[in-house]
């Protein structure tokens, strides 16, 4: 009988296969599953975070977006008041410039309806609108540019001709063919002169 055994239990030993992993203990599975739980804590705690950061984020952009368009807003405003201001000033002084210039038209208007007048009255009514109109050129700040007897300025000048002549300094205007005018600094026409050179050249 004892032999018998020590047969079944020989056989079982032989069975045995040493490079079979054996069965974790309930302990070993228990201290795992805790493992794992905490590792899953652990990714959670700052996927939450991340995702906070996100939505704080989004908000602020939003914002940002919100403010940018007012901005846009206020500007396009402003450019469009700029603009009908701009604009409106030319108006108003293109109408300021038209009122001083309408009295010259009277006196021209009556000067063509005097028919009956002699050439010495005629003349003297358009010695008088030609004042006039200087007189309102030089209220609007235009003045006439300075040529005869001068010495030739390209900035101002634009020379036609070269006429030889010791009359004036060479390079300088002998005669002026055109009135040239400016407003204020800027030059709104050159004059148009001939210019002296000397003789024989």
Known sequence: MTKGNGKIRQKGI?????????????????E????????????AAPTSELESQTEKLRAECGAYLDRLARLQAEFDNF???????QQEYREYALAEALKLLLPILDSLD?????????????RSGIDLIDRQFHDVLAKL??????????????????AVQMMPTNEVPENH?????LRGYKLRDRLL?????????????
């Open 173 to 177: 205007v002998f005669e002026e063919l």
């Open 141 to 158: 700040g235009v003045e006439p540019v300075p040529a005869k007897g001068m010495a030739f300025d390209p900035n101002i000048h634009q």
């Open 110 to 122: 009556r000067a063509l309806k005097t028919g009956t007048a002699g050439a010495e009255d005629f």
């Open 32 to 43: 795992q599953q805790d493992t794992h739980e905490g590792q899953a804590q652990a990714t």
């Open 79 to 85: 450019r469009k008041r700029a603009t009908r201001e």
């Open 14 to 30: 032989d069975q045995l296969d040493p490079e079979r992993e054996l069965p974790e203990s309930d302990e070993s599975s228990s």
């Open 189 to 201: 026409r050159p004059a148009m002169v001939l210019v002296a050179q000397k003789p024989g050249r």
